[in-house]
């Protein structure tokens, strides 16, 4: 019952979180280029931001399913930092692959590859939550990785350093665009 319950819910997860985040791609120009939803959505065409697309939903559905999973799943964080942290290794890695190879980006795969990043994330996190209980420092370790996610697409949207994952392709600039 819990391996089907927990695996309906990481499923359902990858579903909306691939919804979400074709919304967060519009959301920074839908609020009229508001800075603080600056954090969450995308605010300019380069990889960093669309990056952002698919951490922010897996977080914020990471909080959402917590409640109902927590009794079942011992290594809920765990396998959430994990999860997450290979949805955007995932889209770097395929993307800047695939792009090396044909020369230029096409928009299907790059949206294909989104989806795809997100349910590779989402059955890691699921074949971790079905584990045994890790022990209590792969835990802190784990909430610690997130945190630090969290801080790197809280500040670096702000705060861009100057190399090409953060470039814009279109402008060449970097960050928020003025």
């Given amino acids: 019952m819990a391996k089907a319950k927990i695996f309906m819910w990481e499923v359902a997860g990858a579903v909306l979180i691939s919804l979400a985040g074709s919304l967060f791609h519009f959301a920074f120009d839908l609020f009229n280029k508001w800075p603080p939803v600056a954090l969450i959505a995308a605010v300019n065409e380069s990889t960093w931001e669309h990056l952002k697309l698919a951490f922010w939903p897996a ?15 011992k290594n809920f964080w ?5 999860g997450i942290f290979v949805m ?8 800047y692959g695939y792009t090396a190879l044909a020369g230029h980006n096409v928009l299907w795969a790059d949206i294909s ?15 971790i939550l079905l584990r045994r209980p890790f022990p209590s420092g792969v835990k802190v370790v784990a909430v610690i990785w997130l945190a630090l996610m969290i801080a790197a697409f809280s500040l670096l949207t702000f705060f861009p350093p100057h190399c090409p994952l953060f470039c814009d392709p279109r402008t060449g600039q970097y960050g928020i665009l003025k």
């Fill in 78 to 82: 765990a396998a959430k930092a994990a």
């Fill in 113 to 127: 590859l989104f989806v795809l990043a997100v349910f590779v994330g989402q059955m890691l996190s699921c074949r």
């Fill in 59 to 73: 977080l914020i559905y990471a909080f959402i399913e917590w409640p109902f999973l927590w009794r079942y799943a």
């Fill in 88 to 95: 955007p290794l995932t889209i770097v890695s395929v993307f």
